[in-house]
């Protein structure tokens, strides 16, 4: 490497380096080759070779290529999506976004035995930690369209919100794959071809891009042709003898390599998971977070896969019932799959206060007049407890946190989630350091939030990065008190239920008196948050429902 790179620095075309790092990646993949240090400049002085041979599976591990060159996904990516205001920009500079769980692939083809001019596939790309597949809602661009830097290409549904797509390059949109409304694309895979030159666009028109691994099924098939001898031979052996075979094991053999990130093994082992009986959907097929917590459950499945007569007898059609068969979103999949995780492998235990807020109601009508008379939106309940709350978790940052195994991470940052129900699905927009802002500001904030999420427009920034959560079902609803889920990475939630009015006693000995109460009830994550610690958080978060003027301090 360090001699390849000599030869970079010394070779005459230094001037156009930037452009080759732009527009040449998968050129620059050949000379870092061991072949290309061998044969020196030559390789810089080919710019754009006709057909270009894919390097080995042995350079670079167990990536496949089909077109061209791609970096196989044992670290980093060719060229990664970029967020900017809600919208994905592809075909740019490469870019991890989420920490490196992004697997959209923009990459560059050249001239093969199929004719192919030089273009680029254009993957699904992953906008969420969670997100292992989208849809694709509209496209905006049509076959054949010039597409510019900035223009948007299509709007692609995530599993939390619907997010604008973008190109960094100038160019032509050659094919589109999957067209309007095609639903539950894994991601990474292949959803739309562009090209440079427009004489180009009519190639593609039967393109149909391949599978990764298709390539490796027929070589798979051959050496199992002598299957059926063997097959014979351990029958004749079953029966002769009364030991049982083991059972088929789904690790793979001994000289294949299961490629996995180190989250993701590291996750398998916390829960006794054999990595190899994972299905990866990461490129290449790697395995990544998403598919171990999917694994994970859909482990709670199996009591029911064991017993299939009784499951078919409850999916089959019962004479004389009517019933509407409902399509699930992909939020409810996502939500779903979270909240069993959740309650899985997070021990949860509550808490529950009754906080009286009298002097609450009247702090808030106040207030109300005084916005009312500035032309501000009133202020609801809601408001004021998600700002009791930020303030406790400032005053005890243990609650503040998240368990990782080897430490508990304590943030420093108060990002309040607030659970927003929707005819999609529930959805936690975050107030992001709720603890500095006024009640106006994190009141303005919510409405808004609240109407982008009932309009399915949230984007990644308005809901990543929350630290604690609160769900509120009694001014809604008039519930009286329930335990609400913790939403992992957290380690806790507040479920808010409604106020109602007792008679308690008053001064006197036989003097009684009416006050407004509201239930409480805080989930915690024992790992993170003791007893001790969550009753004295609760203390606080009392404290400011029942003072509200403390939170003014």
């Not at 798979?220 to 003898?241: N, Y």
């Not at 609801?380 to 368990?403: E, G, R, T």
Request: net charge positive; aromatic share 6%.
């Amino acid at each position: 490497m360090s001699y390849a790179s000599h030869l970079l620095c010394q070779t005459r075309k230094l001037a156009t380096a930037p452009r080759l790092l732009r527009q040449e990646r998968a050129l620059l993949v050949r000379c870092f080759t061991r072949d290309a240090v061998e044969r020196g400049d030559d390789a810089l002085r080919t710019r754009k070779p006709k057909v270009l041979k894919a390097p080995s599976a042995s350079t670079f591990g167990a990536g496949s290529v089909s077109r061209g060159y791609r970096i196989p996904s044992i670290g980093t990516e060719v060229c990664s999506p970029k967020v900017l205001n809600g919208r994905i920009s592809v075909m740019g500079a490469p870019m991890n976004v989420f920490n490196g769980s992004s697997q959209m692939h923009p990459i560059r083809g050249f001239a093969s035995g199929a004719d192919l001019p030089p273009h680029q596939e254009i993957g699904m790309p992953s906008l969420s930690p969670t997100m292992t597949e989208g849809n694709i809602a509209r496209w905006l661009k049509k076959e054949g369209d010039k597409i510019s830097p900035g223009e948007v290409l299509c709007e692609i549904e995530t599993d939390k919100a619907t997010v604008e797509m973008e190109c960094m390059e100038e160019g032509y949109l050659a094919k589109i794959v999957h067209g309007d409304g095609a639903k539950e694309i894994k991601v990474g895979e292949v959803i739309a071809i562009t090209v440079e030159d427009e004489d180009d666009i009519a190639k593609f028109k039967d393109y149909a891009p391949q599978k990764s691994g298709g390539a490796a099924a027929p070589a798979a098939e051959q050496p199992a042709a002598p299957a059926p001898p063997k097959q014979e031979a351990i029958k004749e052996t079953q029966s002769s003898s009364p030991v049982k075979a083991p059972p088929p094991s789904a690790a793979p053999p001994s000289g294949d390599r299961v490629f996995a990130s180190p989250l993701a093994r590291k996750l398998a082992e916390e829960n006794n998971v054999p990595i190899s009986s994972i299905k990866g959907t990461g490129p290449d097929g790697r395995i990544v977070k998403a598919d171990v917590e999917a694994y994970l459950a859909s482990r709670g499945k199996e009591g029911a896969a064991a017993t299939p007569k009784t499951k078919d007898a409850t999916a089959a059609p019962i004479a004389g019932l009517n019933y509407t068969d409902i399509p699930v979103t992909q939020i409810r999949k996502v939500t779903a799959s979270r909240l069993l995780l959740s309650k899985q492998t997070i021990p949860h235990y509550y808490l529950t206060v009754d906080a009286c807020v009298d002097k609450l109601m009247d702090l808030r009508g106040k207030l109300n007049s005084l916005q009312e008379a500035s032309g501000g939106k009133r202020l609801s309940v809601n408001d004021l407890v998600i700002k009791a709350a930020a303030l406790a978790l400032k005053k005890v940052p243990q609650c503040n946190s998240s368990w990782t195994n080897d430490y508990i991470r304590q943030y420093h940052n108060v990002n309040i989630n607030v659970a927003v129900q929707t005819e999609n699905g529930l959805y936690v927009p975050v107030i992001r350091d709720a603890d500095k802002k006024g009640l106006s500001a994190i009141s303005e904030e919510v409405k808004v939030l609240a109407q982008k999420a009932r309009g399915n427009s949230l984007k990644p920034e308005d809901y990543e990065g929350g630290t604690f959560t609160v769900s509120n079902l009694g001014g809604p609803f008039g519930i009286k008190q329930f335990c609400a889920i913790i939403n992992p990475p957290q380690a806790g939630i507040l479920a808010i239920g409604s106020a109602e009015r007792r008679v308690v006693p008053g001064s006197g000995a036989e003097e009684f008196r009416f006050a407004s109460f509201m239930s409480a009830t805080l989930s915690c994550d024992h790992r993170v948050i003791d007893g001790a610690i969550g009753a004295e958080w609760l203390k606080a978060f009392k404290g400011y429902i029942e003072s509200p003027e403390s939170m003014l301090l």
